[in-house]
């Protein structure tokens, strides 16, 4: 698996908890660079359907729902 370290990590809110704009105008360029999934009536009726399905939150769900239209086979669990 390549190793994966995007480079925007180093980015961190002010004290104030905020980012600044420059901040999150690099966070957005930088996550650009990936495919995005536009939130659909599809994939939200996918969603609800995986939600029901496997017993998980609607978030993981629409995120499972998003990969799978932009034709990921394959996913990593975070815990």
Do not use: N, W
């Not at 370290?5 to 999150?24: A, E, K, M, N, Y």
């Not at 660079?33 to 609800?48: D, F, M, N």
């Amino acid at each position: 698996m390549p190793d994966y370290r995007p480079d925007f990590l180093h980015l961190r809110p002010q004290r104030s908890g905020c980012f600044t704009h420059g901040q999150v105008r690099l966070l957005i360029e930088a996550f650009l660079r990936y495919p995005v999934q536009e939130t659909t009536v599809a994939l939200v009726k996918g969603a609800l359907d995986a939600k029901e399905r496997f017993q998980i939150s609607f978030r993981d769900a629409a995120i499972i729902e998003a990969a799978r239209t932009l034709g990921c086979r394959t996913g990593v669990a975070r815990r």
